[in-house]
């Protein structure tokens, strides 16, 4: 299963909520507060976010943080790049891999089209589109039934 961790989850809260109120600046508890996570977990994510230069850090009596852009121009790879790196969906995905089989390999080629096509995904949702509610979609449907084959003829 392809998955972020959890930081990275959180990272992606924290800054939806700075993204929520761009012309304050606010404390780690507070964003704590408003995220409804822990103040050390908030502590932890903010590091690497300012270090990716996608919050900016105030000290002082009414210290705190921010966006350091505005939330339209930060897309969610970002995030995932500063919570864990590159993303590379397998070790070859990764330009410079030290792979023993890359000589030989036949998948190679398609992973990184894969790795690609997920990045530029990433890449095109911006954190001003992870405040706005999901479009409706109509009625979910059910689970297909996996007992069940489709099958459909062609006309003659």
Known sequence: ???????????????????????????ASGLADRAGLEAPTVSKVLKPLAQAGLVEGFRGANGGYRLARPADGIGLIEVVEAMEGPLGMTECSVHGSHCSIEAQCGVRANWRHINDVVVAALRSVTLAQMLAPPTAAGPASPPPDPRRIDLRLANA
């Open 1 to 27: 299963m392809l998955r972020v961790t959890k930081l990275t989850d959180y990272a992606t809260v924290v800054l939806t909520v700075l993204a929520a109120c761009p012309d304050e600046v606010l404390s």
